[in-house]
């Protein structure tokens, strides 16, 4: 079960995980994202990299707000700021794992694949391995698998990777960075601002590694 | 932040909470249940039991599957089963408390409460106190306000108690349990069948409690 949010850094999981021999469900959320581009990627990544199936869930977190990724009062910010930034979505991976989680014990999945990153994670709680490791044993109490005795495994591949790390081992595993979208504020034929910290994070990282930048920009 | 069902134990997880001084937001979830008519009784008692604010959030848990409360190619079974029944919802609780702990983030509110019970649990995994610690725990590493060195609390009053003293600590609050609606496969105007589990528990509560039944049956 691989989380693929169609940016960089889960399209590098969903083709780690299938090179280390699992056959890939990926799931995808449409939760009121600004970046609707975003899912469309997600759609050609599952595709390109060979995903058995592919599902995106909607859930409505805008009802929520409190986060300049669901919230349109709340701007994308263009410079890098201190601390835990506006585009945190408050508590995201944990809705995220969590029906993710419900989906893999109805498959019969076991292994659930995250792309968080404590690097370059632009100060997100949940991208720490202490909250994944947290994450993992909350996954076999709270479910009648893991009542059973199995046990349920959360990977997370790129937690201590750099973004040029990461864009490295894609390219050793073929993935076509062309076909991701990461930008924030992405325009509606997927094309990035450049400017906002995912932007950043992405050119930065593609410099470091001496790959060429495949992303359009706006 | 109470979790508010629309059933007999949420209601009275809002009048407990209410009766320790919490101003209550109350949120439900829309998650492709067979029993719609929960979702009105919710909207009834979060009224009537002076919740702040309630608000629905909608989540397509149906397109998982896996459930005989989402799935309707699987039957409610009006008998007694042994071990966790087909009413399981996998990890339901998780994604229920992640998306309340969310909207609580945003709120600034630090409790949660969640009317899971352990005694006549049904044998659901995500209803036991272990679950319940395991996710606090998760809570306060996987949020800003928790990094922030702010403290989530879970609190699930119901945890040890019998349907029979649920019912009698609800009836001293003045829940009233006529707005609530429990069974599995209530019709559309929210009467009970009288033979799912559910049904069963809530109507074995009322008769060891020696307080009249107040459900609508079909």
């Known amino acids: 079960m691989v989380l693929l949010s169609g940016g960089l850094d889960s399209a590098t999981v969903l083709a780690v995980a299938r090179d280390r021999g699992y056959a890939c469900h990926a799931i995808s959320y449409d939760y009121g994202q600004r970046h609707g581009a975003e899912l469309e990627a997600s759609r050609r990544v599952a595709t390109e990299l060979g995903a058995v199936e592919h599902k995106v869930v909607r859930l409505d977190l805008g009802s929520i707000g409190g986060s300049a990724l669901t919230d349109d009062a709340i701007d994308v910010p263009e410079t890098p700021s201190e601390g835990i930034p506006v585009t945190y979505v408050p508590a995201r991976n944990t809705v995220f794992l969590a029906i993710a989680l419900g989906w893999?014990?109805?498959?019969?999945?076991?292994?659930?694949?995250?792309?968080?990153?404590?690097?370059?994670?632009?100060?997100?709680p949940d991208c720490r391995p202490e909250y994944i490791a947290a994450f993992e044993s909350l996954a076999n109490l709270a479910t009648k698998a893991g009542v059973e005795g199995e046990r349920f495994r959360v990977h997370a591949p790129l937690v201590d990777l750099s973004k040029a790390d990461i864009v490295q081992r894609g390219q050793q595993l073929g993935v076509d960075y062309a076909l991701t979208v990461s930008c924030y504020s992405?325009?509606?034929?997927?094309?990035?601002?450049?400017?906002?910290?995912?932007?950043?994070?992405?050119?930065?990282?593609?410099?470091?590694?001496g790959v060429p930048d495949p992303t359009r920009y706006a």
């Not at 659930?112 to 994670?121: H, K």
């Not at 992405?186 to 590694?209: M, T, W």
């Open 186 to 209: 992405a325009d509606d034929s997927g094309r990035a601002c450049g400017r906002c910290d995912a932007c950043r994070l992405r050119r930065e990282g593609f410099a470091a590694a």
């Open 104 to 124: 893999a014990e109805v498959l019969g999945a076991r292994d659930l694949f995250i792309g968080v990153n404590a690097v370059d994670y632009s100060g997100y």
